[in-house]
C-alpha cells in the first residue's frame, strides 16, 4: 500500500496497467496516454488508442486487440472488449471493487485519499467585512466559498494562511473618530450576556455613531475640517487617535466573531490582517514602483498602465497606486500585501475570494505584481471570483423595503425555517428538544451554505429557503438525512458489523455505489487544484443518489440474507455514512447523527 495510508484508487491503477500494456504493445509510440474515462456502457472506456492509430497509420481495432494481449492476468479486470473504431470498454472485478473499498475504509482519518506530494503554502484572502459596518448578505459567499476552500486544501496537505483582509483604514475613521472625541459617551459596549447579543449591542452602537456622525459631517463644515484633520493624524500615528481606533476595531470584532459564529466558522484573531496591517509597507510599495519604472507618475498621480484596459474613449484606464494629493488608494494596499505574503510569509500561491464585480482591479493588482517581480511561474495569484445572491425575482437580493438584507437575520430566518422542519419530524424519532434546537441550526446552517457551494462560484444563484430545506432535490438537508438514515440502520443492526467481504458478487446498485465512493480522493484533488468547491458538492450529492437507488434495490437489514450479505452491505453503507461525513465537514457543514 502506498505511504500516509494512501489508496489508489481503481481508475489510477487501471490507467497505470493499460499505459505499460500500450509501451509493451507498440513501443513505436512512445509514452501514450490511455484517455481513461468512466463509461455507461461499461466500468471504464479507454480511448487513447485511436489517437495512436492515426499517429501510426495502423488499424484501430489491430492496435486495440494488441494491447489488450499485452495486459498481465490480475485481480482487477474481468472483461476487457473492443468495441467501435478502437475504443475499449473495461469491466472490473467485484473483488477488486470491495478491496479496494476496505484499504480505504482501514485508513480512518483520510479514507484513503493521499496528501498532495507538491503542496506548498497558499494564503486565502475571504471573509473581509468592515469596521463599524454591519455585515449584509453580499458578505456571505467569499466567507462560506471561502472556508470550504481553506478546509479542502488543508486537507490536501496544503499549508493554509488565512487572512481576512478586513476594511479597516480610510477617510471614514476621521469622521468616527473626530464625533467619538467630542461626544465620549456615545459609544455602547458589547458585554451584554453572550457573545451573540453582545455582538448585535456593539454594531447597534457603532451604527448610531456612524449615522450621527455622518450627519454632522455633511452638515457642518467646521466639524468636517476638524474630521479631515483627525484622518491626517491617525495616518501619522497619533496615540490619542489611534486608541479611538482600535475602540472600533474591537467592538466591530465582537460582532464580527458572533455572525461567524453563527456560520458554524472559525475566524482566529491572529488571522484578521485588515487594510491597517500594511501601512508600514505602503510609500516603499509605491517607491519599488516607480524606480522599476513599473509605475509612472500622470498627472501629479503615481499609476501602472496596460494596453488591454481602455475606457470608453479609447484611453488607458490605469491602476492608481498614489493619489495626486498624496493618498493611498486600495492598490497600494494591495500590491504590499502580495509583498507581505510571498516576502514573509513565503506562499506559493495566493488565493482571493472576492467579487467578481471587483475581477478588472485584481487583474491589473496581479499584473503589476508580476511586472515588479513579486509573482512568477513559481508564485502565483488566482482570484477565485463569484457572483451575485438573487432574490426569487432574479435581482440582487433585498427586503421588500429594498434595503440589503443583513447577514444575522438571513441566517435567523434559515435556522427558524429549518427548526421547524426538523420539529415537523421530531415526534417520530424522538428527538429531544436540545437536539431539535441544534439540528434546526445545523441543517439551517448548512441549507444557506450548500446552497451557495453548489453552484459554480461565478454564477448568480437565487436564495430560495423554502427549496433549501427541502428534503428533496440538490439539498443540504437531502444529504444530511442520507448521512442520518445510515447512522439508524447501523444502530439497528445489532450484533451484525460491517464487514468487506471480497468473495461475494455485488449487485449492479452495490457496484456504482462502490465505483462512485472509489473516487472520493481524485474529485478532492481536482477541487483542490482547481478551486471548485461546487465539485465535491456534486459528488456528494451523487453519492447520496446511489445510496437512494442501493436502499431501493438491496435490503441491508434481512434475515433472508445470509450473515456474510448483511455484513458487505453495511459495510458499504458505513463507508459512505463515513464519506458523506467527512465530504459535507469539508464544505463546513455539520451531519447530524439523527434527523
Not at 481508475?11 to 490511455?34: I, K, R, V, W
Request: aromatic share 6%; charged share 25%; net charge negative.
Amino acid at each position: 500500500m502506498p505511504e500516509h495510508g494512501s489508496v489508489n484508487s481503481l481508475a489510477s491503477t487501471l490507467q497505470q496497467q493499460l499505459a505499460d500494456a500500450l509501451t509493451a504493445a507498440l513501443p513505436e509510440a512512445g509514452t501514450a496516454d490511455p484517455l481513461l474515462r468512466r463509461s455507461d456502457r461499461a466500468d471504464f472506456q479507454a480511448n487513447g488508442i485511436l489517437a495512436l492509430a492515426k499517429k501510426l497509420k495502423g488499424n484501430p481495432r489491430e492496435l486495440a486487440d494488441r494491447v489488450t494481449a499485452a495486459l498481465p492476468a490480475s485481480e482487477l479486470i474481468q472483461d476487457i472488449e473492443v468495441s467501435g473504431p478502437g475504443f475499449l470498454n473495461i469491466t472490473l472485478t467485484d473483488r477488486a471493487i470491495t478491496q479496494t473499498l476496505a484499504a480505504r475504509a482501514a485508513d480512518t482519518d483520510r479514507l484513503g485519499v493521499p496528501p498532495n506530494a507538491s503542496a506548498g503554502t497558499t494564503v486565502v484572502d475571504y471573509a473581509q467585512p468592515n469596521v463599524a459596518k454591519e455585515m449584509h448578505v453580499g458578505h456571505l459567499r467569499s466567507a462560506v466559498i471561502g472556508d470550504a476552500m481553506v478546509q479542502i486544501l488543508e486537507f490536501t496537505g496544503e499549508s493554509v494562511v488565512r487572512r481576512h483582509h478586513i476594511g479597516d483604514w480610510g477617510t471614514q475613521f476621521g469622521m468616527l473618530i473626530q464625533y467619538l472625541t467630542e461626544h465620549p459617551d456615545e459609544l455602547g459596549h458589547g458585554d451584554a450576556a453572550d457573545e451573540a447579543a453582545a455582538g448585535e449591542a456593539a454594531m447597534s452602537s457603532l451604527n448610531r455613531l456612524y449615522k450621527a456622525s455622518r450627519a454632522l459631517f455633511d452638515s457642518d463644515e467646521e466639524f468636517k475640517a476638524r474630521a479631515r484633520d483627525r484622518v491626517v493624524a491617525l495616518q501619522a500615528g497619533d496615540p490619542e487617535t489611534l486608541a479611538m481606533w482600535q475602540r472600533f476595531v474591537d467592538e466591530s470584532k465582537i460582532y464580527f466573531y458572533s455572525v461567524f459564529d453563527k456560520l458554524d466558522m472559525e475566524i482566529r484573531d491572529p488571522d484578521i490582517v485588515g487594510e491597517s496591517g500594511y501601512n508600514d509597507m505602503l510609500e516603499e510599495t509605491c517607491r519599488i514602483l516607480e524606480e522599476t519604472g513599473v509605475a509612472v507618475r500622470s498627472e501629479g498621480a503615481l499609476c501602472v498602465f496596460f494596453d488591454d484596459v481602455k475606457g470608453p474613449d479609447g484611453n488607458k484606464v490605469p491602476l492608481i497606486v498614489k493619489k495626486s494629493n498624496g493618498g493611498y488608494g486600495y492598490a497600494a494596499t494591495d500590491l504590499s500585501a502580495i509583498r507581505d505574503r510571498v516576502q514573509n510569509l513565503k506562499a506559493d500561491s495566493l488565493l482571493y475570494v472576492v467579487d467578481v464585480r471587483q475581477s478588472l482591479h485584481f487583474k491589473m493588482v496581479f499584473e503589476t505584481a508580476r511586472r515588479a517581480g513579486w509573482l512568477n511561474e513559481d508564485t502565483k495569484a488566482h482570484q477565485l471570483a463569484f457572483g451575485t445572491i438573487l432574490g426569487k425575482d432574479g435581482k440582487p437580493f433585498k427586503t421588500r423595503e429594498g434595503v440589503t438584507v443583513k447577514l444575522e437575520d438571513l441566517l435567523d430566518e434559515a435556522v427558524d425555517r429549518a427548526t421547524a422542519v426538523v420539529r415537523e419530524k421530531a415526534a417520530k424519532i424522538g428527538l429531544t428538544e436540545q437536539e431539535i434546537v441544534e439540528n434546526g441550526r445545523y441543517v439551517g446552517i448548512g441549507a444557506v451554505k450548500y446552497a451557495d457551494l453548489s453552484t459554480s462560484a461565478v454564477r448568480d444563484y437565487k436564495f430560495d429557503l423554502d427549496q433549501m430545506v427541502s428534503l428533496n432535490g440538490d439539498t443540504s438537508v437531502y444529504l444530511q438525512y442520507a448521512y442520518a438514515r445510515i447512522r439508524s440502520i447501523l444502530r439497528k443492526a445489532g450484533d451484525a458489523k460491517p464487514a468487506a467481504h471480497p468473495e461475494l458478487p455485488l449487485a449492479l446498485a452495490e457496484r456504482a455505489l462502490g465505483l462512485h465512493l472509489d473516487q472520493f480522493g481524485e474529485v478532492l484533488s481536482e477541487v483542490a487544484a482547481n478551486y471548485e468547491p461546487h465539485k465535491l458538492a456534486a459528488y456528494l450529492y451523487q453519492l447520496a443518489s446511489h445510496l437512494t437507488t442501493f436502499y431501493d434495490q438491496c435490503q441491508v437489514l434481512s434475515d433472508e440474507n445470509p450473515p456474510e450479505v448483511v455484513e458487505n452491505r453495511l459495510f458499504l453503507v458505513e463507508l459512505t455514512a463515513r464519506t458523506l461525513h467527512k465530504g459535507m465537514a469539508l464544505l463546513g457543514i455539520r451531519t447530524p447523527e439523527r434527523l
